[in-house]
């Protein structure tokens, strides 16, 4: 499957193994792991919380996949993403596109990563050493990162 939500770890090695699996079309696979920092604004983090809504999550995870497909000549591509309670160190997201070609498979990453971190349904909560926990927004950086895709292929919601 290609897009996952779950709340149990993965192995990345074991999904490029499985995207891999008895092809020699693919020439370059580039992967990208998501783990939860120690920190935040130079406070510690004790755990940060990821939530979604089942179903329509999933639906708009594949449909950003499709649109990686139709603007780079993909092999293949997975996303999978945690949910629940993790804590620092522990993997949250991973991405994996497999082309023949490396900038095909590192420019598709890079913008299913850009869209994951701005529009894609998770709702995140840091829980600081402090005490205090506070839901987490999308900061400009990622919102400009994720735009300079925009053109030919829109990223944001329907």
């Known amino acids: 499957m290609p897009v996952r939500v779950q709340a149990s770890d993965f192995d990345a090695g074991a999904e490029i193994a499985r995207v891999t699996a008895g092809r020699t079309d693919i020439g370059a696979i580039v992967t990208f792991t998501g783990t939860v920092r120690g920190a935040a604004h130079g406070e510690p983090i004790n755990a940060i919380t990821l939530?979604?809504?089942?179903?329509?999550?999933?639906?708009?995870?594949?449909?950003?996949?499709?649109?990686?497909?139709?603007?780079?000549?993909?092999?293949?591509?997975?996303?999978?993403?945690?949910?629940?309670?993790?804590t620092p160190g522990e993997n949250i997201v991973l991405v994996v596109t497999a082309s023949a070609h490396r900038q095909a498979a590192f420019e598709a990453a890079e913008f299913l990563m850009d869209y994951l971190k701005t529009d894609a349904p998770f709702w995140k909560k840091e829980e600081l050493a402090s005490g205090n926990a506070h839901w987490v927004d999308?900061?400009?950086?990622?919102?400009?990162?994720?735009?300079?895709?925009?053109?030919?292929?829109?990223v944001k919601p329907d």
Do not use: C, K, N, V
């Open 138 to 154: 999308a900061r400009d950086t990622d919102t400009t990162a994720r735009d300079r895709w925009a053109g030919s292929t829109e």
């Open 51 to 86: 939530e979604h809504y089942p179903g329509m999550t999933e639906a708009e995870l594949e449909r950003i996949e499709a649109l990686a497909h139709e603007r780079w000549p993909l092999q293949a591509a997975t996303i999978i993403h945690r949910i629940g309670r993790l």
